[in-house]
């Protein structure tokens, strides 16, 4: 079956720019997670959304936001970018919550 | 802030070792346990999951869990080159919410 797609792989900003980023989960996953990884703060929870709702959110500035489509597909979006949101952003999926994660191959974002 | 806590390693065991790669949480309201593995690169991978307290086998990996301690460990029967990569503990908060550790690195020597 189909993985986790997130689009696109790659994207370089520069600062003040937006960005939305894409993430389908696998088929019959309705629970998409986002989150940050960078070298030195490892994995940090963005957000949470399932059905349509975001059920938990991190500790990120309003200019991270997200929704989540009736297909359960999902966007995130980052305004306002800064050199420190470059980073390897990654869509993580499951069934229901408390299932474990199948991540998407992620998104790199660089800002310059 | 509820934190999940690794050793960042780099953990090196020779080829046929047994790695033991250990975690400590700290919400006690925690109920389900999550190893995921990170070849350099590449996406994590859920590699084994822990729901209850004990020990949990699957193949060559074994997840133990004791929440009175608030401690997870994953060990690596027979460690391969191939095991080598970041290995990320990770836990539910909130019911919603999977907080991981920074990963500890594992090396396995051919």
């Known amino acids: 079956k189909a993985g986790v797609t997130q689009t696109p792989r790659y994207l370089i900003k520069t600062r003040g720019q937006q960005v939305t980023l894409s993430c389908s989960p696998i088929?019959?996953?309705?629970?998409v997670s986002w989150y940050q990884q960078t070298p030195g703060q490892g994995l940090q929870f963005l957000f949470e959304?399932?059905?349509?709702?975001?059920?938990n959110k991190g500790n990120f500035p309003g200019r991270f936001s997200g929704r989540q489509f009736s297909n359960s597909r999902s966007e995130m979006n980052v305004s306002t970018l800064e050199l420190g949101d470059s980073a390897l952003y990654l869509c993580?999926?499951?069934?229901?919550?408390?299932?474990?994660?199948?991540f998407g191959s992620g998104t790199r974002l660089t800002v310059v | 802030q509820k934190e999940v806590e690794q050793n960042s390693g780099p953990l090196s065991v020779p080829e046929g070792a047994i790695a033991s790669l250990n975690c400590t949480y700290s919400?006690?309201?925690?109920?389900?346990f999550f190893w995921y593995r990170q070849y350099s690169g590449k996406s994590p991978e859920l590699i084994m999951s822990?729901?209850?307290?004990g020990d949990k086998e699957d193949g060559r990996f074994t997840a133990q869990l004791n929440k009175a301690s608030q401690y997870v460990s994953l060990l690596i029967r027979d460690s391969q080159p191939s095991d080598s990569a970041t290995y990320l503990c990770?836990?539910?908060?909130?019911?919603?919410?999977?907080?991981f550790g920074a990963g500890t690195r594992l090396f396995v020597k051919a």
């Open positions: 990770a836990g539910l908060e909130g019911g919603f919410k999977t907080i």
């Open positions: 919400d006690r309201g925690s109920q389900s």
């Open positions: 088929s019959g996953h309705r629970s």
């Open positions: 993580a999926t499951s069934q229901t919550t408390g299932d474990g994660y199948t």
């Open positions: 959304y399932f059905s349509e709702t975001q059920r």
């Open positions: 822990i729901y209850s307290n």
